[in-house]
């Protein structure tokens, strides 16, 4: 059984081996845990919890960015 | 993981205060933290009427939606920039949310209002569509604020953005930004009040936020913004503080204590100097402001360029 991970910008989908820990998932996937959230359904999961098979699990961004600055703060 | 608060499931961490939150006392935090920005740079004071910049994403929906939840009413400002789907979705968030929170949405568009957009805006003018951006938003946040009688126009930065601002502008020690970068920029004649209310939580903590609270917002990167200097400066601070927390927020509350101060004082004299733009009547040093210089090297552009 296969843990369904949703990924965003660009919107991509893998599946991975559970059952996985959050934490484990975002090394494997080298991804840094304060650029982003996993989300399952409408809810958030914690870094601590263990993904469960049949799961589908949205890696979500957080980083955004760019002219939203006020007084010539942020420049590219 | 257990809440901080109450012992039940926690959903979420707060690295940086040695913290985790159930959804209920996560709520409560991002409260408390704008709470105690607001009273700590004395951002809001209670008769003011407070415009919110709206752009659909997670910071502005989430700031309009703690004002309201400490009794701050304000009203949104959404302005279309014309980036294709990307603005066509992110108004649709905004409207949305006004809609279902049963608040005052105002719209200004570039292309029909004013006659560019920002992509062509950058086509024509050889210019970054993150500058174009930035100094269009920054002109008309502004004085849409002015005509209409707002005090505050309160933005949505959080703590990764002043982090990743003050980053870039210590790396080219560019003073006049330093001074200019504070959470409150004091109303002036032609200026109202500007404020970042979020300035003390993170951007992860606003994304939670919505997902927490509902809020549907617009996931998707702004396609002009990808790769840009910026994004650069969060990553590279992520990881920093991936490895020791708290290193963005020391980082940028260490400044506002103990830097601030040296380099706020040629930014006072700045504005003392201002006289009205001879085209739009906003406060500019240079006779005609940035924002009308910008429109008229659009103007000037081939005509096949600035609307695109």
Redesign the interface.
Known sequence: MLVKVVLRNPRRELEVRGPKSVTALLADLELNPESVLVIAGDELVARDARLADDLTVEIRPVISGGAVDVDGAARP | ?KCTVCRG?????VRRHNS?FC?DHFVKHCQDQVRKAIHEHHMIEPADRVLVAV?G???SLALWDLLAGLDVTADGLYLGLGIGDYSDESVQHARAYARAHDRALHEVDLGADLGFTIPGAAEATHR????????S??HL?NRFAVDRGYDV?A???NL??EA??LL??VLRWDV??LG??HPV?PASEGFAR?V?PLVRLG??E???YC??R?IDYQ????P??VG????GY??AL??I??RSPGTKAAFVYGFLERGHHRFAEDVASERSDLAPCTSCGAPTPDGVCAFCKLRDRIERAPSDQGTS
Not at chain 2, 228 to 231: D, E, I, P
């Open positions: 993981m499931p926690a959903v979420i961490d985790a959804p752009s994403g997670k910071d970054s569509p993150c500058g174009a951006c930035g100094l938003k920054r946040f126009v933005t949505g930065h990764d953005d990743a601002v870039g502008n006049g930004y200019r970068q920029l500007k970042k951007e992860r606003m994304a939670a997902v927490m509902g996931v998707e990167e702004c002009m913004a840009n200097r910026h994004l969060k990553e992520n990881a503080e991936d």
